[in-house]
């Protein structure tokens, strides 16, 4: 048994049912939750031979931050049903790994416990009500958050169908939304925006003062127009398949938008299935920046606090080093296109 | 579970075997019938982000009736077996719902019952015996059908394999095409005529005075044809796959017929296989101005009557509007070819 | 479950268990003999609408015999182990149906008991013993054959592997190459030729004076080779499978060889894995003069003789004309390409 | 069954689960390993009809030796697991068969053990001490290898996941390296040299005075800059799916790698997941001088020593003999790229 399939049994001890199969599922009929990582496995590899790895990093930068690998951890909810210290132990755990961490806007720990124990982001729901949200943004802002990542895919939330009773019924709410001053305000301030535009982009920047990277990209001429709006990033998601059933898989909606964005000198991200190094070196050779790993941080949370965290982001980004070490690349910049292969034609599988 | 397949359950609890039966085989072998529903999942969307929103509308028009949503109901026949009120209950639930019906020429219902209670339109087996026919067509437009929807595909019915005693052998009478005078006319005389052509297109609307949508198109050639005989709108179906077996599946021929349609002002509807509101965004994608449904109409009139079509038209046309929004598409008309991922080429797998 | 399906059934409960296994394996692992009816079933069709059928005619002829369906009988061995009467109740009920046999040099029954019950042709397989061979077509000229038809794909037999004990082991003398005087004979003699090329055609003509057809064509060179040659008419088969395991299906074989024959005024017949009238729709739209069915004869006269060939290819030519009504082709003329999706492009799926 | 999977079912009666294991298992998740047979099962062949094949011979030359079969033994390790005589007897059954032994760096046989008991290559490792290297090829040499087989997909060993006690636990020093002085050495000096480049190829021609062949090369670049810098063969291989997982299944490379060399000079090889004599025709087909055969020769080995090296080799050729028959191929020049259905284009399905 790989041991990621061992990871997520160990969790599923130790989560409530509830929980887990909140952290799991996927909207609708589940099409883009059930196939996302057998996306990534579909690809193949052209390793190349003969070439010099006998010094492999995995090092890189982000926005400016540098990190030890580019194996970073996406924004997830309900961090505290996972283990007590929740976005902290996160947190702290990513950065002993050299990695980084995006923390959810609706996170239920305050953004200054945060403070100094490692780099971070700040996942962005911009609420109807725009006051909340920026107020939200501003303690992120002042606990250290070094960037702003507007989630773009949720103008309403995906349904998810389930058995069994909702997470909702059972989390006690200072495990929710810490950073919004929600108490006294009406339900429907709270609700997300459905009303963005690219001209969301410059507003958050402007009044954060932060660069910001949109999340939920999977076309080409999105991706264009957010950099063309201020984006400093573009990430590739699917909402782990949590929003719009059936949107494309991010390993195929990847590298068109690589290619949209080349010579922009923006960043690109992807998250969605990615459970190995191999995956990772996929993503990166299809021109991914970095990549961002969420459920699989839940189990390692669950399992065993920063420390479960720290464990699961070395161990990919040994398997990452590794396959970098047999494809012939020692280095991120080594990492390139022509190592998938087919990969030079943008037509997939339908 | 999703709740469509509940309801396939629950309709399965009530109706007889031999009608369940009937209502799910498809023709030959059962390709097309099993596969249909697995074509449209098969196509992957590219939703946008960064667009507003915040008010979706799925309203429509079809041959300039005003309908709440493109979502509308298939004819099918034996609706009285389903529920005692047959085609009257399925014609006020989809009212009920903003929606439309096409009536089977089969009807177990007098079409006079129907009058006034919802828009419809009938549909149309032309017999060997064209005055049962005309007469047929004159109760229904006396009774405000609004459209003729010639059936193309059935110059002879589709061979069904099944175990078990057949349907036929349990129907009473009164159940069966009850606006056909058919007493005392040889059997000969009710078979479905095999040599239509397209000029009986011309014939059927001139005798009428209705606009003639023809149903069972799946070529592009064959398209263009009707419309120059006179077809207001083209319907793009393999009759459930209780035809033609191994016939194409829609959610396949449909684009190629969209793109032979564009700039005639012919309207394009498709049935087959649709089954939640992420298949008829899908569909509008493709070209079609609304999407037919036909079994899962059935199961809702049987679990419960006029509030069954009612909840599930209302149900699909929710999921429509929950799709739209997450691919950034407020309304009817920003829902385009390009929310289908690889949707340009007219290759598909074969 | 489907007829076909049943009558392999029936037949199995008849057979000797070794005599089943022999009729139904393949050569080496199977490939082709396990693939070939999907083949055709994953040929998806484009009928059209709006045709006059009201009269369908599945009459034609191949090599200037007139037959009333284009469905013939392939040649196989062993007839006289599923039924006593063999060869002469094939033709005989071939016959009944409007039908036509391809008899097997190996036959168990004296071509001189064929004469006069039906039309026929001879399969050769040429041995080294050239005047055996010509010997024993000689006999079946005298008896009526109207064609030979020269197996091109054995010069040694494919490998089968099987449990249990071997049909060799069980058979009785008289229901071997009744037709070749093989007593006293060195077993040498009496194997494969496998020297024959392009010349033998003409010498198989010229020898006997009949139309010569190549069996087991997978190429269009070398198709056009065999027409170059002298042959009348090509037909495309793998063996049943039974030869070179993994050779292309003939579904995806045919299309390309047609093309080939084009203007050449040769006929082009195809067999493995039609099952249904709705192959041979796909088979005749792609291209054949005429389809040709081999295991199912087999089940066909293990169950009833002579009747049961007559029933089965009576049925299937039932399929045939009801799946031409559904294509909106009349008559086999109208059977064209274009009924066929995805049959422009020459490739397929690998 | 096939002869294959009894022989497997066999060899796994014989030998102890670990080492059974080992032998069997991929590294990752183990998806190359997994893949690779049935790539070539998925290439369809073209026969060709009518050619003299009443002489058919597999007698083909590789760097100069001639050979009764183009398939060969792939370096295995733990060879003296499989059987006491180890190597010995893998050299020498594979010299009854017409065939040769690529014989690994890690063998447990002392190479001058094998000295004239039939044609042999050496493998290389090349370790981090280079002179250790050379000594033991210095020692090949002399007992006779023909050829330098360098290992290029092995910077780092692939990792591998298993249940149950590692084969490393069990295994006796004297069937470990017996031909590296690795007594008092450092264990770093004994781990692969991770800094390979083509400049080695020269090297190892030079300090050897051989031949080079590079194996595991899976580029089309990469195999011509191999031959660029000296090697004489290129043999394309994913060493087993036990190195990069997910890499390229090697029935899918060798066609580009076949391009890349045309005109060169250079011989090509291919090995992974070849187990039938059709697998062979592919590969032949495709490009291949010779194909090499891995974990079946230790089956053999396993079963009967050199016996059952000798029965393996001698089956398969016969398949591949037979094969061409049926192809209408009587020599290995005339096994052309034509033969593979499809073959033309260089994409695959991905």
Redesign the interface.
């Known amino acids: 048994?790989?041991?990621m399939d061992t990871l997520v049994q160990e969790a599923e001890a130790w989560l409530p049912a509830p929980v887990m199969t909140y952290f799991r599922q996927g909207a609708?009929?589940g099409?883009s939750a059930a196939e996302a990582e057998a996306h990534w496995?579909?690809?193949?590899?052209?390793?190349?031979?003969?070439?010099?790895?006998?010094d492999v990093s995995t090092r890189t930068a982000v926005l400016g931050t540098s990190v030890d690998t580019p194996v970073l951890v996406a924004p997830t909810t309900l961090q505290r049903q996972a283990h007590e210290e929740g976005e902290a132990a996160m947190v702290r755990g990513a950065a002993d790994a050299g990695s980084l961490v995006c923390v959810s806007s609706n996170a239920g720990t305050p953004f200054g416990a945060l403070a100094g124990s490692g780099p971070w982001w700040v996942q962005a729901y911009v609420l109807r009500d725009r006051q909340l949200t920026l107020e939200m943004l501003g303690r992120a802002r002042q606990a250290g958050a070094r960037a702003v990542v507007l989630t773009?895919?949720t103008?309403?939330v995906?349904?998810k169908?389930g058995?069994g009773p909702s997470v909702w019924e059972t989390v006690p709410d200072d495990h929710l939304m810490a950073n919004v001053a929600w108490r006294g305000v009406e339900d429907t301030q709270l609700e997300k925006?459905?009303?963005?535009?690219?001209a969301?982009?410059d507003w958050l920047r402007t009044a954060t003062g932060l660069p910001v990277v949109?999340k939920?990209?999977?076309?080409a001429d999105?991706a264009r127009?957010?950099v063309a709006a201020g984006a400093s990033a573009v990430w590739v998601s699917n909402h782990g398949g949590r929003?719009?059933?059936?949107?494309?898989?991010t390993a195929?909606?990847l590298r068109p938008v690589a290619d949209a964005l080349a010579g922009t000198g923006a960043e690109l991200y992807v998250d969605g299935g990615i459970r190995?190094g191999?995956h990772a070196l996929?993503a990166l050779a299809l021109g991914a920046t970095a990549v961002f790993v969420g459920r699989p941080t839940l189990w390692a949370l669950a399992v065993d606090g920063a420390a479960g965290v720290t464990r699961l982001l070395t161990e990919l980004t040994a398997?990452l080093a590794?396959?970098m070490?047999?494809?012939?690349a020692p280095d991120v910049a080594s990492v390139t296109r022509d190592l998938v292969?087919?990969a030079s034609?943008t037509?997939?599988?339908?």
Chains 1, 2, 3, 4 share one sequence.
């Not at 925006?193 to 690219?198: E, I, N, R, S, V």
Request: include cysteine; glycine fraction near 8%.
């Open positions: 048994m790989r041991w609708g009929a099409l496995d579909a690809l193949r590899l052209l390793p190349h031979v003969l070439r010099d790895v006998s773009a895919d103008p309403v995906g349904e169908y058995n925006a459905a009303d963005l535009t690219p969301t982009i949109v939920g990209v999977l076309r999105d127009e957010c929003q719009l059933d059936g949107a494309v898989a195929r909606a190995t191999r996929v398997e590794h396959a070490a047999l494809a012939g292969h087919d034609p037509r997939h599988r339908s």
